[in-house]
């Protein structure tokens, strides 16, 4: 297994590229299961959940190729078995956005029921009544969600709580629905546009995404298509913290400035100068040590809980105090125990985190618990004196492409290493 290795206080100085977005194309890869041909998705970017996604959607008999290694074809039509098992599901919550287009599709699926993970208890509720709404039998059986349906039909979908995959997974069981759909409540994360901008490419009629309202017409078949995924939001973000926890100058490219705005105000309340263009965001903190901001998470267009940690890191050594108030999982504070080891200031209480900002961090073994608070972790390690060790980085690699590539781009001593032997 790796550990990532950091020696900090190296003020990040320089240029990175953005990737694609983690939770955009898992979604779209699933998609082209609901079509009759191939699909080709560019801008893919490599990550363990991308190898996790094509191994699940390769083992039910859709056949993927990668050719420049940016750009996947998927073809669904060797598709023979309708099952997503426990093997992976566990590995990748993200699976279960496979329930719908196969119900829709091919008319049944088995997909194991996800447990609690570590940043919350994550149920999975809204997905299962809203494949009800849309008339599939569904029930929960040995640990596995077995659902069937002839024919979905259209309905009025409200979500008690706004949920992304809840969403993504009702609107492509819908695309196939005889008759028209309405999910209401829905979220609107820029991830949820770009799917349905997929869904629409290959023939699906998606109005509304962006805005709480999603209608669906339905569509009697969708035909394979291209399309170029767009870039990581929350990927953009971590680097632009990464350079205002080192007081540095980093600019951020190929990136999408406007799925960011409460990111960039937050930066700016930082004490950040950020500049930004179509498609780039410089952020250059002059050497200065940040202010501490208040955050409370929310669904889009709210503060993102996919970058919370990255603030709490920064707030740990910002001047001044800071509160946090996670609204979206009850238990997303798992990097703070870490944190404290580097020496932060921080007092948990319920879904409040209070930091008061400390001169100085100090570098030790480290574990990362997921893939966002070990994002946090690296870039406490940014900045924490002499060397800290992030372990359990296979976390980061589910969701940051090359990520010690990158920051060693921007000057930071940071490097892989095999983790040390455990002993027991
Ligand atoms: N919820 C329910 N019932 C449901 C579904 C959700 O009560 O049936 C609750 C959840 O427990 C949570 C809230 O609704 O309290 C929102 O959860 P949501 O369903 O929106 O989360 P998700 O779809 O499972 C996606 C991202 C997460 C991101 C969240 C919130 C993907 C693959 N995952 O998860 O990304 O944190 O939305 O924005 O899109 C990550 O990338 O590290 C990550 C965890």
Request: net charge negative.
């Amino acid at each position: 297994m790796d550990c990532i290795q950091i020696t900090g206080g190296v003020p990040l100085d320089g240029e990175v590229w953005i990737s694609g977005a983690k939770n955009a194309v898992l979604p779209i890869m699933v998609a082209s299961l609901l079509c009759d041909g191939p699909s080709y998705i560019s801008n893919v970017p490599h990550l363990q959940d991308v190898t996790t996604t094509m191994e699940l959607l390769g083992r039910m008999g859709a056949s993927l190729a990668m050719d420049d290694g940016m750009r996947i074809e998927i073809d669904p039509r060797g598709m023979h078995q309708f099952e997503a098992p426990y093997d992976l599901v566990k590995t990748m919550r993200a699976s279960i956005l496979v329930l719908g287009p196969l119900v829709a599709r091919y008319g049944r699926a088995v997909v194991s029921l996800p447990g609690g993970c570590a940043i919350g208890s994550r149920p999975v509720d809204l997905h299962l009544r809203g494949l009800q709404a849309l008339g599939a039998e569904v029930s929960v059986v040995n640990g596995n969600i077995e659902a069937s349906a002839k024919q979905l039909k259209g309905a009025n979908i409200i979500f008690d709580t706004v949920t992304v995959t809840g969403t993504e997974n009702i609107m492509m069981a819908a695309v196939l629905a005889q008759g028209t759909s309405v999910i209401e409540n829905a979220a609107q994360e820029p991830e949820v546009v770009d799917l349905a901008k997929f869904l629409n490419a290959m023939g699906a009629k998606i109005s509304g995404a962006g805005s709480n309202t999603l209608t669906i017409e339905g569509v009697e078949n969708l035909h394979g298509t291209e399309y170029s995924v767009l870039p990581d939001r929350i990927e953009t973000g971590t680097y632009l913290v990464a350079g205002a926890i080192t007081r540095g100058h980093v600019r951020v490219t190929r990136t999408r400035p406007r799925d960011l705005d409460s990111v960039i105000e937050k930066l700016r309340e930082t004490g950040a100068v950020i500049e930004v263009g179509e498609d780039w965001i410089d952020l250059d903190m002059k050497g200065r040590r940040p202010l501490a901001v208040d955050i409370t998470t929310a669904p889009y267009p709210g503060f993102a809980t996919d970058m919370q940690a990255q603030f709490t890191a920064l707030n740990t050594v910002a001047e001044g105090t800071a509160i946090i108030t996670e609204t979206v999982f009850e238990n997303r504070f798992m990097h703070v125990q870490e944190l404290q080891r580097l020496g932060a200031n921080i007092r948990v209480k319920g879904n409040t985190a209070i930091i008061r900002g400390v001169d100085e961090l100090n570098g030790a073994p480290i574990m990362a618990t997921d893939l966002r608070a070990s994002a946090g972790l690296v870039l406490a390690g940014l900045v924490a004196n002499g060397t800290t060790t992030v372990d359990r980085v296979y976390h980061i690699d589910r969701g940051y492409e090359i990520i010690e590539e990158k920051l060693g781009q921007l000057g930071a001593r940071i490097r892989r290493v095999a983790s040390p032997r455990k002993t027991r």
